[in-house]
């Protein structure tokens, strides 16, 4: 061979060597692309189809649907009289304010018994007790309140019973404008005690001179025509023109 075949093969061999190399190394690059490639593709394809957080929603308790109940609201209570024991002495019920009427002007003044079996205490305590029973009772009959608007004991103590805000409920037709005073017994069954007429007498003058009552205006629940009673009972019923005559 002669220098020159060996040189061209030197140089063939190079040149083709170099080659093979170099292809090797773009084969393995590509091979390392295509993996990174493939990894990055995988990382791209897991987070698009990765769970995405949910929407938050508004509190539904702000948009509810469901009426607005209004629960009616009592005014103030009026100042009691002087002399006059509060009805928180002797109880924690509250009117149903929405059963009940606004009272008027008055106009007249009735006389009660409670028509109960008859009563004799003359502690407080028992008094405050009757006076409960009653007003349970109304309520019982779906009234808002106790009915009438005072109660006299027998020991002659006076006790707020529904509020002069409101009419009462003692009358049947004939509540507007009227005040109610019940003097707790049974008297048909028994007398009012001395006591009890003596603050009977000067509740109504209080009462009469507050709101300009006359005598002719103050009855006994009977002496209506529409009331068909025996209501306050013969024992107080008997007394009624003597009172209308103190007080006039």
């Not at 607005?68 to 009805?87: D, M």
């Amino acid at each position: 061979m002669t220098n020159l075949d060996s040189n061209l093969k030197s140089v063939s061999g190079t040149q083709e060597s170099a080659p093979t190399v170099g292809r090797r190394n773009i084969l393995m690059l590509g091979l390392g692309l295509f993996a990174g490639y493939v990894a990055a593709g995988c990382t791209t394809t897991s987070s698009k189809t990765a769970r995405m957080p949910g929407p938050v929603w508004p509190d539904q308790s702000l948009f509810s649907t469901k009426p607005t109940v209004l629960t009616p609201v009592l005014p103030p209570p009026t100042p009691t009289l002087i002399g006059v024991i509060p009805r928180s002495a002797w109880t924690k019920g509250t009117p149903d304010a929405s059963n009940i009427d606004p009272m008027l002007p008055v106009k007249c003044i009735t006389i009660h018994h409670d028509g109960m079996s008859p009563f004799t205490a003359t502690d407080f305590s028992s008094c405050a007790s009757r006076i409960e029973l009653i007003r349970n009772g109304h309520r019982g009959k779906g009234w808002a309140d106790i009915g009438y608007h005072f109660v006299i004991d027998r020991s002659g103590r006076v006790w707020e019973g529904r509020d002069m805000r409101y009419q009462g409920a003692h009358v049947k037709d004939q509540n507007e404008g009227n005040l109610g005073i019940l003097c707790v017994g049974n008297f048909d069954q028994q007398t009012p005690s001395m006591a009890q007429l003596a603050a009977l007498d000067r509740h109504l003058r209080v009462c009469m001179l507050k709101y300009k009552v006359k005598s002719r205006q103050v009855l006994s629940h009977q002496e209506w025509a529409s009331a068909h009673t025996a209501c306050p009972g013969r024992n107080l019923q008997s007394k009624m023109d003597g009172i209308r005559r103190a007080v006039a």
